[in-house]
């Protein structure tokens, strides 16, 4: 319905009005308010949704839902994608929970309150010096690599874990096939959230590959 004389949408919005027509009100009375209703009706649709009177109708531009203060209850044979807010940092984040108020699973973490840039860091491509992307549940895997790591030194995470690695896994390329060589995490050295020390059997001058993931 077109807003009246003219006016924006927004400009016309009434309130919503239930139960209108009344029992027994005859259409002149009734006609305001079943007017309203309807500016009402046309205006709420509109919100994050294409207009009723454009192609495209009904279909959601996106969609923007209220923070839940916990995760809701689902029934059987049902499953319910929701906002809350997460930790590390207090930044609302995307969440699945299964049928019947089953496990609830958290499918997105910013990395910080400021990250313009969501998910991953694209500089790897670029400079071999790392990335670090976010799997769902919160779990932050990084990785890399290190062209001339020389037989010992200490690789820096793209990101500092939050809470502590569960894994770091290093791969070394060599060019000598007759030789053994290794490089492994350097124990002796505390590894901590924001980098790692190794050492290096090799000549030093073949690259280091390296994987992390943890929170």
Same mark, same amino acid.
Do not use: C
């Given at each position: 319905?077109?807003?009246?004389? /003219?006016? $924006?949408? *927004? #400009?016309?919005?009434?309130? %919503?009005?239930?139960?209108?027509?009344?029992?027994?009100?005859? =259409?002149?009375?009734?006609?305001?308010?079943?007017?309203d209703n309807f500016?009402?009706?046309?205006?709420?649709?509109?919100?994050?949704?294409?207009?009723?009177?454009?192609?495209?109708?009904?279909?959601?531009?996106?969609?923007?839902m209220p923070e839940?203060?916990?995760?809701?209850?689902?029934?059987?044979?049902?499953?319910?994608?929701?906002?809350?807010? /997460?930790? $590390?940092? *207090? #930044?609302?984040?995307?969440? %699945?929970?299964?049928?019947?108020?089953?496990?609830?699973?958290? =499918?997105?973490?910013?990395?910080?309150?400021?990250?313009t840039e969501f998910?991953?860091?694209?500089?790897?491509?670029?400079?071999?010096?790392?990335?670090?992307?976010?799997?769902?549940?919160?779990?932050?895997?990084?990785?890399?690599?290190?062209?001339?790591?020389?037989?010992?030194?200490?690789?820096?995470?793209?990101?500092?874990?939050?809470?502590?690695?569960?894994?770091?896994?290093?791969?070394?390329?060599?060019?000598?096939?007759?030789?053994?060589?290794?490089?492994?995490?350097?124990?002796?050295?505390?590894?901590?959230?924001?980098?790692?020390?190794?050492?290096?059997?090799?000549?030093?001058?073949?690259?280091?590959?390296?994987?992390?993931?943890?929170?």
């Amino acid at each position: 319905m077109a807003p009246v004389d /003219g006016a $924006s949408l *927004a #400009e016309d919005k009434m309130t %919503f009005t239930p139960g209108q027509p009344e029992n027994g009100q005859s =259409l002149g009375a009734s006609k305001v308010p079943i007017r309203d209703n309807f500016t009402s009706i046309v205006a709420d649709i509109g919100v994050n949704h294409v207009a009723i009177n454009l192609g495209d109708q009904g279909k959601h531009k996106f969609l923007q839902m209220p923070e839940q203060a916990s995760a809701p209850a689902t029934a059987a044979n049902e499953g319910g994608l929701y906002t809350k807010v /997460g930790t $590390s940092p *207090a #930044e609302t984040s995307l969440f %699945f929970r299964g049928e019947s108020s089953g496990f609830e699973y958290r =499918l997105t973490r910013p990395i910080a309150a400021s990250t313009t840039e969501f998910a991953t860091n694209t500089a790897y491509a670029a400079n071999h010096t790392g990335g670090w992307t976010y799997l769902p549940g919160g779990l932050l895997l990084q990785y890399g690599a290190r062209s001339t790591p020389g037989t010992s030194g200490t690789i820096t995470f793209p990101v500092a874990f939050t809470t502590g690695y569960y894994s770091i896994t290093l791969g070394l390329s060599r060019n000598n096939s007759s030789s053994v060589q290794n490089a492994y995490v350097d124990n002796s050295v505390a590894v901590s959230l924001s980098n790692f020390a190794y050492d290096n059997t090799s000549s030093g001058s073949d690259p280091i590959y390296w994987m992390a993931i943890g929170f």
